[in-house]
């Protein structure tokens, strides 16, 4: 089977910096990605992970390690904004564009 | 500028009406899309792969009976729900590959909130 996990809900306050994780086992692997959802909109693409590293844009860095299945999404000076679902998702093949979504972590960031 | 559009945003019927959903990308092709289905505070999973001038591709468990996909343009993706009941309320959402963009692989519409009443 194919499996993406996160924290279902983190908290944190403005100002300060959270680190989401992301563990998955997939059938095959072919790039990472991370997307920020509101409450009742689309998703919007944040980050994209390949190579083993990590990747920042900003105020948003995201880290991947393929041998042990793992990517964080780091998140700095936090703004209260940043209240939203964070999907962690993984392309697993070479000939798709498919792909396979995470549970999705829920950041509310206080004052 | 969206590059995806869905439509409508938002549909409220009685149970056991059929619902068709569009989805259409915006000034460039799509040969193939995809259709996720949200139930509250939960992730995005994937229901189907549209797939233009052939069959679409189910994700197990999905009925293919329930969930009409027909992929007839390179533009155009429909999903209809057929005699839907409450339990089949939830947030719809389409997405299709940018062909230029590999390291951005989809761009989602703005999703249909269907409430079955």
């Known amino acids: 089977g194919q499996n993406i996990d996160q924290p279902t809900e983190m908290t944190a306050t403005e100002g300060a910096i959270v680190q989401i994780n992301c563990t998955y086992q997939?059938?095959?692997?072919?790039?990472l990605f991370w997307y920020q959802q509101h409450a009742g909109e689309a998703p919007t693409f944040l980050s994209y992970?390949?190579?083993?590293g990590l990747e920042e844009k900003g105020r948003f860095s995201s880290f991947l390690s393929r041998s042990k299945g793992y990517s964080y999404l780091l998140l700095k000076e936090l703004q209260m904004k940043d209240s939203a679902s964070y999907l962690c998702?993984?392309?697993?093949?070479?000939?798709?564009?498919?792909?396979?979504f995470g549970t999705g972590t829920r950041l509310q960031v206080f004052p | 500028g969206a590059v995806v559009s869905q439509h409508p945003s938002r549909v409220i019927c009685k149970s056991g009406t059929s619902v068709k959903i569009e989805c259409r990308s915006l000034d460039f092709q799509a040969t193939t899309m995809f259709w996720y289905r949200q139930f509250p505070k939960q992730s995005l999973m994937l229901m189907a792969t549209s797939n233009e001038g052939s069959k679409a591709t189910y994700e197990q468990g999905v009925e293919k009976d329930k969930f009409l996909i027909n992929h007839a343009s390179l533009t155009l993706s429909t999903l209809t729900v057929t005699s839907a009941h409450p339990e089949d309320s939830s947030f719809y959402i389409c997405s299709a590959p940018f062909p230029t963009d590999s390291n951005q692989p989809q761009h989602f519409g703005d999703g249909t909130r269907l409430s079955i009443l």
């Open positions: 997939t059938s095959g692997f072919n790039g």
């Open positions: 998702a993984v392309r697993s093949g070479h000939n798709t564009d498919k792909l396979i």
């Open positions: 992970n390949v190579l083993d």
